[in-house]
């Protein structure tokens, strides 16, 4: 690819924002110049914010969430039930919870999935601190993983690793989203549906 015409600089910052995610190329190179552009009200900001959430950003030594203190502002708060915890795959998926406002226990982030061909063994995976957790007087563990291969196999073998404990294990509904039509469901997600009826 030929370089900008613009100086090393400049060209190592519109490779850098092509890493982000949902930016190729062609939008990083938007976005550098809208930041280039707006130099004293974007550029200069970002950049010190980027350097301070740098200097800040803390892995909670409890679930693996990230927040600038450790253990984590969730693990703190002496509101959040510490009997219930929501295992996720990531830190998005807990952010996303916390928009639904459905939960107030606690989490614990796995840092992944389980996949045999991107080589994530449980090793791999923050896995081994949460049957200790568990151990530790917790009374449910919800297993919020993704839909998908590799979230449910690392469901499979997290109710496998909880086996041996007397802790319940649930996990989340699969079926059909709010505001969907049956028409338009694929067949997986309809049959998990009808599996997980429900008595009205
Ligand atoms: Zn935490």
């Known amino acids: ?21 949902g930016l190729g190329p062609r939008s990083a190179r938007r976005a550098a110049l809208v930041l280039l552009k707006k130099r004293e009200a974007l550029l200069e900001p970002l950049g010190q914010a980027m350097r301070e959430a740098a200097a800040a950003i803390r892995t909670c030594e409890t679930c693996g969430n990230l927040d600038t203190v450790s253990p ?19 830190v998005a ?71 041996n404990s007397s802790v319940k294990v649930t996990r989340l509904a699969h079926g059909v989203p709010v505001g969907g039509e049956l028409d338009y469901l694929d067949e997986g997600t309809l049959s998990a549906a009808f599996r997980a009826r429900r008595e009205m």
């Not at 600089?9 to 490779?15: A, F, G, M, R, Y």
């Not at 959040?80 to 915890?85: I, M, S």
């Not at 939960?103 to 045999?116: D, E, I, M, P, T």
Request: hydrophobic share 45%; proline share 7%.
């Open 93 to 163: 998926d807990l952010w996303a919870l916390e928009r639904a406002s459905v939960f107030k226990g606690r989490y614990h982030v796995l840092g992944g999935a389980l996949s045999a061909l991107d080589g994530v063994t449980p090793e791999r995976l923050n896995v081994a601190p949460l049957a200790a957790r568990v151990a530790n007087g917790v009374g449910e563990v919800i297993l919020a993983m993704n839909a998908t291969v590799e979230g449910q196999t690392t469901a499979h073998y997290l109710v496998d690793v909880l086996a």
């Open 72 to 90: 984590c502002s969730i693990c703190r708060d002496p509101r959040r039930d510490p009997h219930l915890l929501c295992v996720v795959e990531d």
């Open 1 to 21: 690819m030929p370089s900008l015409p613009a100086g090393p600089q400049i060209e190592k910052l519109v490779q850098l924002l092509a890493k982000l995610p």
